[in-house]
């Protein structure tokens, strides 16, 4: 991430220090190096790129490990989730040349980037509780910026600041969404269909998607978001061994297993990706 990164995003941030007067908002300062509350809370900028907005709270067993952030980076270097990222930038087509977007457990930022790249002076901010996805996400576009935050906790952001909220196969905070948007803005959430990685899952003993997913989607999200649209995305792919572990390895099934032991299991083959793309309002003034 890049100073000027930072500074692009910098009028959406927001302490992330319990018990705080106002204004709660953070300067940059030392030549993009350090950002600071009124109140004096002080947080450095990584040397990789990236700050973390934790406060104080460490991450959980949750977060990416650097094994599943390079998995991750070369699916997408290879393309396999090119659905997603092109169903994204159709969704947000109508938030204008400068909108404000914010990805949350936005991973290595990619996805982000793309819809970012979309309009010429749109700026982005990635936030994810996984430092090493932090890292990949503060070099992935020029007007992207990116932070270590915990989706479930209060986001560090300023109330109604942002145009969008994508959160892309990640936990959805409905109440901190609705804070952070502008009255209208727009949430656009990506989930796996039943059928995602069909084939590799039997392969790989990878864990099932459930099938009322989108149904659970709309209850949390409901009073809080009105839908706008939704649509399915489905590719048929065949895969290497190598990519097919990758696949694997870049989600949560990266927890509970290693490399050495899919590769074993010889994964390679036929695979379904099959994503549910639903946009929402947010209601309310």
């Known amino acids: 991430m890049s100073g000027g990164a930072l500074a692009l995003v910098q009028p959406l941030l927001r302490c992330p ?25 002080s947080f450095d900028i990584a040397r990789q790129g990236h700050v973390n907005l934790m406060g104080g709270v460490a991450a959980g067993a949750n977060a990416d490990t650097a094994a599943m952030v390079a998995a991750r980076e070369r699916v997408h270097d290879a393309g396999l989730l090119d659905l997603v990222g092109g ?34 002076q749109r700026v982005g901010l ?7 996805a932090a890292r990949r996400a503060a070099r992935v576009h020029p007007r992207v910026a990116s932070v270590v935050a915990d989706s479930w906790r209060p986001w560090p952001l300023l109330d109604g600041r942002v145009d969008a909220v994508l959160v892309v196969f990640a936990p959805r905070n409905a109440a901190e969404a609705q804070r952070v948007l502008r009255p209208g803005g727009t ?19 990878l864990m099932t998607v459930q ?50 032991s899919l590769l074993r299991r010889r994964p390679g083959g036929p695979v379904t990706l099959s994503v549910r793309v639903a946009r929402y309002r947010r209601s309310g003034a």
């Open 17 to 41: 220090v319990a018990g705080h007067r106002e204004p709660r908002g953070l300067d940059l300062l030392d030549g993009g190096r350090r950002l600071r509350c009124a109140d004096g809370h």
């Open 126 to 132: 990635s936030t994810d509780v996984s430092t090493a």
């Open 187 to 205: 949430l656009v959430v990506v989930t796996p269909e039943p059928d995602h990685l069909d084939g590799l899952r039997g392969r790989a003993g």
């Open 211 to 260: 099938a009322d997913k989108a149904e659970r989607l709309d209850e949390q999200l409901g009073g809080r978001f009105e839908p706008v649209s939704r649509h399915a995305e489905r590719r048929r792919v065949e895969l290497s061994d190598e990519a097919a572990a990758d696949l694997a390895l870049m989600g949560p099934n990266g927890h509970h297993t290693d490399r050495e």
């Open 87 to 120: 169903a994204l930038v159709e969704a947000c087509a109508d938030l204008g040349e400068a909108a404000r977007l914010v990805e949350t457990g936005g991973g290595t930022g990619q996805h982000l980037a793309r819809v970012v790249a979309a309009g010429s």
